[in-house]
């Protein structure tokens, strides 16, 4: 995702992929942070697992890092309140996040999933599962997504290893995406 604000020119970074195939969903971030044509950190972690309430959820992030973990707090505390309810949580964030004065402006996207749902939540209010189980973030993101579609409709492996593979090849063609993967795998 690309800063829109002026005083942050420069901000590029992160390819989120996440994809369900049978049973699981597997969640991958590459590790790039760059500021402008500079690589200023190459492992950062931008998928984590939220455990609220006793519940397991995956989160991946694209955006400002700040931003992001303000809306990871926010989506804790919505499924504190609603357990067992990602969807309704996800809603409750997105309802937020577009109309309280503060939370507006924050400049991320999420993918989140419970191993059941797939969810990619953006401060317009959208709240979207995506079609074929495969969604992705981030200034890599469009790669990421055709090549786990391809790879999907390939057959060539388990959630994991399609999301791997997909955001391998992201990283090779997308600047502002390397190959240092984190990935968290929920489900079966």
């Known amino acids: 995702m690309q800063a829109t604000d002026e005083r942050f020119p420069g901000w590029h970074g992160t390819t989120i992929v996440a994809v369900k195939k049978g049973g699981q969903v597997a969640v ?3 590790g790039q942070v760059s500021l402008g044509q500079t690589v200023i950190k190459a492992n950062a ?3 984590r697992r939220l455990s609220p ?4 959820v995956v989160c991946g992030f694209a955006g400002s890092t700040a931003d992001a973990f303000t809306l990871l707090e926010r989506l804790e505390a919505k499924l504190e309140a609603a357990p067992g309810q990602l969807m309704r949580a996800c809603v409750e ?3 937020d996040w ?3 004065k503060y939370l507006r402006n924050l400049e991320a996207m999420l993918i989140v999933t419970d191993g059941a749902t797939l969810l990619v939540v953006t401060g317009a209010g959208d709240v979207l599962e995506p079609e074929g189980g495969i969604a992705a973030i981030g ?3 469009n790669y990421a997504l055709a090549a786990a579609r391809a790879l999907a409709d390939a057959d060539t492996g388990d959630a994991e ?3 791997r593979r997909a955001l391998e090849i992201a990283a090779g063609i997308c600047v502002y995406t390397n190959g240092n993967a984190v990935v968290e795998v929920i489900g079966a």
Do not use: I, M, N, P
């Open 139 to 141: 200034s890599g993101g």
């Open 93 to 95: 964030l997105a309802k």
């Open 45 to 47: 972690r931008k998928v």
């Open 98 to 100: 577009r109309t309280d």
């Open 161 to 163: 290893a399609t999301a």
């Open 53 to 56: 309430g006793g519940q397991d």
């Open 28 to 30: 991958a971030g590459d």
